[in-house]
């Protein structure tokens, strides 16, 4: 997977430009129906938390009509989805690791937002695991669509700059999560456990990146050496 022209310096992207960079999706229509879901999803938390807080006569509004009820079990539901499956879906749909990496965090941070707190709990931890594996799968996802090969990174030219952003975002979620559980209780992690096995989906992933960007450049600098001699 590469970047084009049209994000370089000295010009400025247009919004499709942004709709259509690769670290968000292949296709700017895709882009649009998950960026689309993800603020219907925002709508939805800020109507469900307007229920519990906006007061009508002294009393809650959610106490006024039953209505809140399925809108707050189906927020729970597109919740959980979009915290453990739907950013897996979309990376395998469209690529675009970073779009993938925020996916399972915006039900966080909505949820953090209206508790008031902004500890990195369990969930948190649950949603940064879930966005780096999905983030490395949307890499890999797009290339293999791309060269038609299940081992993209032996045929496709790996930009640089793209393998390091997905890196990178992968390796603060790793901090994060390594800081949770280094100050946790064992018996606090035991929600936790299951999911730590997706870390297998980003080490295989980009370690194979990796391996195959170094094995490139030492063969670029052999073959120039060579050259000049």
């Given at each position: 997977?590469?970047?084009?022209?049209?994000?370089?310096?000295?010009?400025?992207?247009?919004?499709?430009?942004?709709?259509?960079?690769?670290?968000?999706?292949?296709?700017?229509?895709?882009?649009?129906?998950?960026?689309?879901?993800?603020?219907?999803?925002?709508?939805?938390?800020?109507?469900?938390?307007?229920?519990?807080?906006?007061?009508?006569?002294?009393?809650?509004?959610?106490?006024?009509?039953?209505?809140?009820?399925?809108?707050?079990?189906?927020?729970?539901?597109?919740?959980?989805?979009?915290?453990?499956?739907?950013?897996?879906?979309?990376?395998?749909?469209?690529?675009?690791?970073?779009?993938?990496?925020?996916?399972?965090?915006?039900?966080?941070?909505?949820?953090?937002?209206?508790?008031?707190?902004?500890?990195?709990?369990?969930?948190?931890?649950?949603?940064?695991?879930?966005?780096?594996?999905?983030?490395?799968?949307?890499?890999?996802?797009?290339?293999?669509?791309?060269?038609?090969?299940?081992?993209?990174?032996?045929?496709?030219?790996?930009?640089?700059?793209?393998?390091?952003?997905?890196?990178?975002?992968?390796?603060?979620?790793?901090?994060?999560?390594?800081?949770?559980?280094?100050?946790?209780?064992?018996?606090?992690?035991?929600?936790?456990?299951?999911?730590?096995v997706l870390w297998l989906v980003p080490a295989g992933i980009v370690g194979a990146y990796w391996q195959a960007a170094i094995r490139t450049t030492v063969a670029a600098r052999a073959e120039k050496t060579e050259i000049e001699s």
């Amino acid at each position: 997977m590469s970047t084009d022209d049209r994000y370089g310096f000295g010009r400025r992207p247009t919004v499709d430009d942004v709709l259509e960079h690769p670290l968000l999706g292949l296709e700017r229509g895709r882009t649009k129906i998950a960026i689309g879901g993800l603020f219907g999803l925002t709508a939805l938390f800020a109507v469900s938390y307007a229920g519990s807080t906006v007061a009508v006569g002294g009393a809650p509004l959610e106490t006024l009509t039953t209505q809140f009820d399925t809108i707050t079990k189906l927020l729970i539901a597109l919740a959980t989805a979009t915290i453990t499956i739907l950013p897996f879906v979309y990376a395998i749909w469209n690529g675009g690791p970073l779009l993938s990496f925020a996916m399972p965090l915006l039900p966080v941070f909505l949820g953090d937002v209206a508790a008031g707190q902004y500890v990195l709990g369990v969930d948190a931890v649950i949603a940064l695991t879930v966005g780096a594996a999905a983030c490395a799968l949307a890499m890999f996802a797009a290339d293999v669509r791309q060269v038609g090969s299940l081992r993209p990174w032996t045929t496709v030219e790996i930009d640089a700059v793209y393998l390091l952003v997905v890196t990178m975002t992968i390796l603060v979620a790793a901090a994060g999560v390594a800081q949770f559980v280094a100050t946790q209780p064992p018996r606090n992690l035991e929600w936790y456990a299951p999911f730590s096995v997706l870390w297998l989906v980003p080490a295989g992933i980009v370690g194979a990146y990796w391996q195959a960007a170094i094995r490139t450049t030492v063969a670029a600098r052999a073959e120039k050496t060579e050259i000049e001699s």
